[in-house]
């Protein structure tokens, strides 16, 4: 087994490499309790400096893990070379667990799968806008357009309120237009002419950033159309509705 202790270089954690092969050195005991114990206390001792007790999700663990020379891997496409990195062919070899090829292998189909699984999604979500989202923007802007007028003809009554909705809803729903288009542009830019890399960070980067930018819009809409034309289950529905 191969541990990689940190060391503290003016003021920077650097990895060094110690071997401790502790599979042979437990088989060789003549009481694995007690030497077991010894073991988990030795190695926790010598490698305290890498423990952190605060909180892994915050900025305050992002900055200190960098300070200590540690990987930060956000996303799936980051992650998974790592798999075939030499030190994990030469673990996964070593041991039997797979072969070099198996190895490439999987991480071959983890990385189609995840272009796989955005491309999917992707079109879901086009298919929701176009057969939900819009028509209930245009039903609702119909109703708002149609109160206005009517307000108009009775005498001069106060429209700020309907004017301001249907401005806004008409100005994200030509935002809303623009960022489908875009969601539909990367799909057709996707194809599969690139490297398994090269296919699973465009869509990390393209395919899912356009999502992400559409799903602002739509949510942004939620709030402001009318329950009774919103089709879509809300945030608070889902979280709070009893089933």
Known sequence: MVINSPQHVSGVFTP?????????ELEQSQNFTKDLAALIKRVFSGHRRIVFNGNNYSDQWVEESK??????????????????SEKSVELFTKHNVFTETEIHSRYEILME???????????????????????????YQS????????KKAVSEIDISLES????R???????????????EDTLLEAGNDHDILEHAVFYREQVYTAMSELRLTVDELETLIAKKYWPLPTYAQMLYSAV
Do not use: W
Request: proline share 2%; aromatic share 4%; hydrophobic share 45%.
């Open 143 to 150: 109703e708002l357009a149609q109160l206005v007028t009517m």
């Open 113 to 139: 799968s995840y272009c796989k699984t955005l491309h999917i999604e992707a079109l879901t979500m086009v298919d929701l806008v176009k057969g939900e989202v819009i028509p209930a923007c245009l039903a």
């Open 164 to 167: 301001y909705l249907l401005e």
């Open 16 to 24: 060094i490499v110690r071997r401790s092969d502790f599979a042979d």
């Open 169 to 183: 809803i008409s100005s994200l729903c030509g935002c809303l237009l623009k960022k489908l288009s875009r969601v």
């Open 67 to 84: 300070r200590r020379g540690l990987a930060n891997l956000k996303t799936t496409v980051d992650a998974l070379p790592e798999f075939i």
